[in-house]
């Protein structure tokens, strides 16, 4: 499960949060209101090392090497 970082469409409070899916729904743990994804920040594939030019964004992928 991955953790992956948050930010609030009402309040902008920025959070991370461990989640099942990256698709399942996050609600912010301030206003419990609905937050997105943010595309930031160093990813790591299964291996534990930095992929090359990696956005994060999995679903525009062809995969981590």
């Not at 970082?5 to 899916?21: A, G, P, W």
């Not at 595309?39 to 956005?55: F, L, R």
Request: glycine share 10%.
């Amino acid at each position: 499960m991955p953790i992956l970082q948050y930010k609030c469409t009402s309040c902008n409070k920025i959070f991370d949060e461990l989640v099942k899916n990256h698709l399942d729904e996050v609600l912010c743990p301030v206003c419990k209101k609905p937050a997105e994804r943010l595309w930031c920040g160093t990813m790591y594939s299964a291996t534990g090392k930095s992929p090359k030019k990696c956005s994060g964004n999995c679903s525009g992928c062809s995969g981590c090497g």
